[in-house]
């Protein structure tokens, strides 16, 4: 092991300092954004805030919920084939919906089959792992990309600049950024691995950037103000997952 000894730092460890602006409100902030993305070339215009794709997140209600709003949502992977092929042949063209999927062969296969049957209604893709550092992630990746140049596709989670850059050159538009800062998940108490999340965002942001990709900030957020922080750490994306959970288009179980 080797300790790294630069220092790094978290949401709640920084503040924005402030300075003069010529806006009287903060409500007259524009958070809309336009982008272009490397491999898909589609364009994306809209708040750049994605509802998780968590079991009682990402569901069909949230999506529509939040794209009256301009936000997007990565759908939970536990949906069926007929009812996600249902929900993307009649999504209007302003809905942003990821599909979400896993690595392994069954993950693939049912991508297939229900891509042959959406079609191009299907334009984006969330490849989700709990750590993307593994050789079977970048393998699946490669794969994806080259069966389906078309795609908007996001994957992750990595946390460092130099598995961001990989990620991109393997053909990644959005890198999704944060191993372990989110509100529910287990995966730094239960493996020891994880990264600061606001110099996690720093150092993925200039490496995608460089390279004309966009990374996803994904978890670590508790408040607004750690959204703001987040775009002001360079991230193009935020995912939200807590901070959406317990409404009703959440359709989990009342308790």
Known sequence: MRIEPELKLDFTDVLIRPKRSTL?????????????????????????????????????????????????????????????????????????????????AADYDKFRRIKAAAGDAINYVCVDVANGYTKSFVDFVHKLRAAYAGITIMAGNVVTGEMTEELILDGVDIVKVGIGPGSVCTTRRMTGVGYPQLSAIIECADAAHGLG????????????GDLAKAVGGGADFLMRGGMLAGHDECAGEII
């Open 24 to 104: 009287t409100s903060r409500s007259e902030v524009d958070i809309a954004r336009e982008f272009v993305f490397r491999h898909s070339g589609a364009t994306y215009r809209g708040i750049p805030i994605i509802a998780a794709n968590m079991d009682t997140v990402g569901t069909f209600a949230m999506a529509h919920a939040l794209a009256d709003k301009g936000l997007a949502t990565a759908l939970h992977k536990h949906y069926g084939e007929a009812e996600i092929v249902a929900f993307f042949t009649a999504l209007p063209a302003t809905t942003t919906a990821f599909y979400s999927m896993g690595i392994t």
């Open 213 to 224: 990709g966009l990374i996803c900030a994904d978890g670590g957020c508790t408040a607004p």
